[in-house]
């Protein structure tokens, strides 16, 4: 039984990254159905050999790919809600090799390696495939944690991974569908899960969107207070709009999306820029105060490095502030 009712269901493409089994394709297709409700897309993205330099790896015959490229290479094919990318090549995340799959908690979009699911019995396949598929749906779903008797159960070999349960257990199952705690747009993460920073040690990796992400978008609540209480109206505005978008045709979702997404790296670039300028700006005029000249070039080059980097942390800042303001505001308490 799909997780969300019709009025409110994201979208969500399946993603084939190279060479791809059609059977794997249609198994994550389904699914994604039979857990969202949502008739999944499919989108053709790049070959991993084309996003990612395949390393070798300690403790793994094959030669591997770094999960993160691919999780860009998912994002960039598709304009989705959410995205899961499907690959027949081996995949690896720090030193974690030959992964089942790997997922930002709370993110958008996840990875699914098939390369060792023909092991042995090759009527499991499409029960392996679908299984990770379902975990990784929870983990963008906002669910980390990790235990018997659920689909999110740690499985680093592919035995475990045939004894672990093929769906959600009760408990993750009602946090998902609980008014209270399920996920709602633009987010679609449990209300009640702060997101992770890294990934499980083993073959189901979870990931968090990174590492950085969690301390901006926290802080600079503590750090302006009531300062944000004018946003209160506006951000439950914008989940109201939300909302309501969620009822579109896809089709149209798919362009909001794609438009909001084009403006959010637009608007990034922007503020980079104008953090840079100010920073260097402060720089000269508090050098100019305290030595009463101009810098020379190497100090100027230095001022340069330094204010290219407050560009890049204060339009973190600014999208941390927006971002954490609207997770604290945009629903009723």
Known sequence: MALFPPERRPTVDVVALGDVPSRAVATARTTVEETVGTVAGTRRGPP???????????FAADDQYDAGSLLEAVADASEADLAVGLTDVPVRHR???????????????AVVSTYRF???????????????????????FGLESTHEGCVLEEAPFLHRLDESAADFCT????????????????????????TVADADADGNGGASDDDLDLSLRT?????????????????????????????????????IHGSYRYLRFWTAVALFFLFALLAVLAELS????????????????????VALGSGYLGQRWARGLVVGAYRVFAYEP
């Open 48 to 58: 991993p050999a084309e996003v990612a330099e395949p390393t070798p790896a300690e």
């Open 95 to 109: 030193d974690l090799t030959s992964l089942f799959g790997l997922g930002y908690v709370g993110g958008d979009v």
């Open 118 to 140: 023909d092991e042995g019995e090759d009527e499991r396949f499409d029960e392996r495939v679908a299984k990770q598929v379902r975990k990784q749906l929870g983990r963008l």
């Open 171 to 194: 408990d993750c199952r009602e946090r998902l569908v609980d008014p209270e705690t399920a996920p709602r747009p633009p987010e679609w993460i449990v209300r009640d899960s702060p």
């Open 219 to 255: 802080l600079p609540l503590l750090a302006v207070g009531v300062a944000v209480l004018p946003l209160v109206a506006l951000a439950r505005g914008v989940a109201r709009l939300s909302a309501w978008e969620s009822t579109l045709p896809a089709g149209v979702r798919r362009l």
């Open 286 to 305: 508090l050098y100019e105060r305290l030595a009463g000249s101009e810098p020379g070039v190497r100090l100027f080059w230095g001022m340069l490095v």
